[in-house]
């Protein structure tokens, strides 16, 4: 009997080696790699049903089929994903622990239910009476959703089979195993194999498959890579569990825009959705305070509206120090040495901390005049006048460069009762004429007409 041949995987990017090392050439994680059996590939082997006979023909000959979308309910879930679930598509959903990613399924399956559509919620992590006492939680659910408690796949591919749900929800896909590999579950190849055989059910039976996926410490989804090239859509849920707000963004998908995102608020109900999230985070801002400007961000195709502020104190220290939550921190030190050098302040002998109310996370370079415009607020001690908007990025040059979508952030700022907005030189095409667009070119410009 020949000795099984043993090697050694890591479970952070998926390389493999005959022996074990310390840290993963390929990702640099320290003590990722895992011994597993070498199981040799089976012959003819593919993620996608391709049929014997299958030959190529002309793109023109190719019949198209109109499927119509499932719908949650859920707006937000539902435009993120283009419009609605599409049957035979695999779905990966991805978040931190405890953000909230079982209970939006969770309450999604229950809509599907009510509108009698059938859902087999499976999950590995609790037991049906747990899950049946959040779903209690969340409301009232119709006789169609069907929930089973399982880490087994090939069992429970046999019950969607008799079942035929137009739904299936796998929660989450590192408890899955596939008895066919001697490895545990939740390694790479029983996460890659177990994605896999959903993908080849989801396609040759027509049923939607909704996957959940852990992540990361550094917020990547567990498991190889493959992963997410395998799938239909990728949505990622993230948010500060210190705040109730909650942010969906389709990171890929083959069915509709990746520009959309969801604004979502955690309640003792569950997640509630939020229709309209312009002015979400300006509800305790004070009208006097130095260090606080208003800027326009975009989450998706969405403009809204945050509070950035910004205190700048002398420091004790030898080393002043620099903190930003809520923004990038290498843009924090750079728009401070562009105001040492293009306008000639002084923040050598004081601490910079800079704050994007409301926990929210920004990263496009449209803040980048408001947090600048709030830095210097707070070192001048001057306050900005209310009702003043301000965007635009800012290059190491000291000029004020373009932002995508003006016009959608100053609708739906005027419609918040915002009179005047600093923003960088460009052609404006808006549907109501507006007195305060104030257009500028360089940083000293914009701040002139800020504090004017």
């Given at each position: 009997m020949a000795k099984p041949k043993i090697r050694f995987v890591c479970q952070?990017?998926?390389?493999?080696?005959?022996?074990?090392?310390?840290?993963?050439?390929?990702?640099?994680?320290?003590?990722s790699f895992v011994e597993e059996?070498?199981?040799?590939?089976?012959?003819?082997?593919?993620?996608?049903?391709?049929?014997?006979?299958?030959?190529?023909?002309?793109?023109?000959?190719?019949?198209?089929?109109?499927?119509?979308?499932?719908?949650?309910?859920?707006?937000?879930?539902?435009r993120v994903l283009g419009g609605g679930i599409v049957p035979g598509s695999l779905v990966l959903l991805g978040?931190?622990?405890?953000?909230?990613?079982?209970?939006?399924?969770?309450?999604?399956?229950?809509?599907?239910?009510?509108?009698?559509?059938?859902?087999?919620?499976?999950?590995?992590?609790?037991?049906?009476a747990q899950t049946a006492m959040r779903a209690r939680r969340l409301g009232s659910s119709g006789e169609n959703l069907l929930v089973m408690t399982a880490t087994d796949l090939n069992i429970i591919l046999l019950q969607a089979q008799e079942v035929q749900p137009a739904l299936l929800v796998i929660d989450s896909i590192q408890t899955m195993y596939n008895s066919e590999l001697p490895t545990a579950a939740g390694s790479v190849g029983q996460v890659r194999e177990c994605t896999a055989k959903l993908l080849r059910f989801a396609k040759t039976s027509g049923i939607a498959v909704l996957i959940i996926g852990h992540v990361t410490k550094d917020g990547n989804i567990a498991g190889p890579r493959l992963l997410e090239?395998?799938?239909?859509?990728?949505?990622?849920?993230?948010?500060?569990?210190?705040?109730?707000?909650?942010?969906?963004r389709a990171l890929k998908n083959r069915f509709g825009s990746t520009n959309e995102s969801g604004i979502f608020s955690m309640e003792a109900s569950g997640l509630q959705e939020i229709s309209n999230p312009a002015g979400l985070f300006l509800e305790e801002r004070s009208n006097d305070a130095s260090g606080s400007v208003v800027c326009a961000?975009?989450?998706?195709?969405?403009?809204?509206?945050?509070?950035?502020?910004?205190?700048?104190?002398?420091?004790?220290?030898?080393?002043?120090?620099?903190?930003a939550v809520g923004f990038d921190y290498n843009r924090v030190t750079m728009l401070l040495?562009?105001?040492?050098?293009?306008?000639?302040?002084?923040?050598?002998?004081?601490?910079?901390?800079?704050?994007?109310?409301?926990?929210m996370r920004v990263t496009e370079p449209a803040a980048d005049l408001a947090v600048a415009a709030a830095l210097v607020s707070s070192y001048r001690n001057r306050p900005i006048q209310h009702g003043v908007l301000v965007m635009g990025e800012v290059?190491?040059?000291?000029?004020?460069?373009?932002?995508?979508?003006?016009?959608?952030?100053?609708?739906?700022?005027?419609?918040?009762?915002?009179?005047?907005?600093?923003?960088?030189?460009?052609?404006?095409?808006?549907?109501e004429p507006c007195n305060?667009?104030?257009?500028?070119?360089?940083?000293?410009?914009?701040?002139?007409k800020v504090f004017a």
């Open positions: 952070s990017c998926g390389y493999v080696t005959a022996k074990w090392l310390g840290k993963c050439p390929e990702c640099g994680q320290w003590d059996m070498d199981v040799p590939e089976r012959p003819g082997q593919s993620y996608l049903p391709v049929g014997e006979t299958a030959k190529p023909k002309p793109l023109h000959q190719v019949a198209e089929q109109s499927l119509s979308r499932l719908q949650t309910g859920i707006r937000e879930f539902d978040g931190d622990p405890g953000i909230g990613k079982s209970t939006m399924l969770l309450d999604a399956g229950m809509k599907f239910s009510r509108n009698n559509i059938k859902v087999l919620y499976v999950s590995g992590e609790e037991s049906e090239h395998m799938v239909d859509v990728v949505l990622q849920f993230e948010g500060d569990r210190s705040y109730s707000f909650r942010v969906l961000c975009l989450e998706g195709n969405r403009p809204i509206l945050v509070e950035v502020q910004a205190l700048v104190a002398k420091t004790p220290y030898g080393m002043p120090r620099r903190t040495a562009i105001l040492e050098r293009r306008l000639g302040m002084d923040f050598g002998a004081y601490d910079a901390y800079v704050n994007v109310v409301g926990g290059g190491l040059t000291g000029e004020v460069r373009r932002i995508g979508s003006p016009e959608r952030r100053i609708k739906d700022a005027m419609n918040l009762g915002f009179k005047r907005f600093v923003l960088p030189m460009g052609k404006l095409s808006l549907d305060g667009v104030v257009q500028v070119k360089t940083l000293e410009e914009a701040l002139d």
